[in-house]
């Protein structure tokens, strides 16, 4: 049962233009959500995360929605970059026991951006 | 910023023999590491936690005789695969938690291993 889920396996953006990636959760104990950013052969890197307490956070071109009634995020990119070609991870965090935190992830969507 | 080492980046082996792979914080202290596995085209999935001067906790499904975990310092966690076999071959990546920067819930990975066994 995956509790992160991202249904698009692939996403193809022109150059410029917005690049919108989805996420939906079904853990309505998740609190933290945090999109990653991978190249081939490399580990994923962080890129933007945002709280439960919040709907929005922006960095750069990088924006983070959250729908908490929706159990739905998304990234956006805008202006999309031909270096902005990856997979992006949604990743999900809820606390167990001893006070750590575990992440899940989707499966990822791969962002191709065409110059 | 936090940096975490893994080698070796890609290893091929033979059916039956083990394999080793290291993670190293380098510019920080990590009690706690974290080992992932990816299948093509599937997720990132939690295999276990190491944790420094203890035993590491598996998580439910893995083999915790099959892959073996030594976090002997507060900068380094191993992986054992042991006797390997073809169904191991996969995309082994590890990560920590380093102090301060975005919160406790950011993990800082390591450049991945990918585990091809004959």
């Known amino acids: 049962d995956q509790q992160v889920k991202q249904n698009s396996p692939s996403l193809s953006v022109q150059e410029g233009r917005i690049s919108i990636l989805n996420c939906d959760y079904t853990n309505s104990m998740f609190d933290y959500f945090l999109w990653y950013k991978k190249y081939p052969a490399e580990g994923p890197t962080f890129l933007i995360s945002i709280s439960s307490i919040k709907d929005k956070n922006e960095d750069g071109r990088f924006t983070v929605f959250l729908n908490k009634s929706a159990k739905h995020l998304s990234l956006h990119i805008v202006p999309s970059q031909p270096g902005d070609s990856a997979v992006y991870f949604c990743?999900?965090?809820?606390?167990?026991?001893?006070?750590?935190?575990?992440?899940?992830f989707g499966k990822g969507t791969k962002l191709s951006v065409i110059p | 910023g936090a940096v975490v080492s893994q080698h070796p980046s890609r290893v091929i082996c033979k059916s039956g023999t083990s394999v080793k792979i290291e993670c190293r914080s380098l510019?920080?202290?990590?009690?706690?590491m974290f080992w992932y596995r990816q299948f093509p085209k599937q997720s990132l999935m939690l295999m276990a936690t190491s944790n420094e001067g203890s035993k590491a906790t598996y998580e439910q499904g893995v083999e915790k005789d099959k892959f073996l975990i030594n976090h002997a310092s507060l900068t380094l966690s191993t992986l054992t695969v042991t006797s390997a076999h073809p169904e191991d071959s996969s995309f082994y990546i590890c990560?920590?938690?380093?102090?301060?920067?975005?919160?406790?819930?950011?993990?800082?990975f390591g450049a991945g291993s990918r585990l091809t066994v004959l």
């Open positions: 510019d920080f202290q990590a009690t706690t």
């Open positions: 990743a999900a965090s809820a606390l167990r026991g001893a006070g750590s935190y575990q992440l899940t």
């Open positions: 990560s920590a938690r380093p102090p301060g920067g975005a919160g406790a819930n950011v993990l800082t």
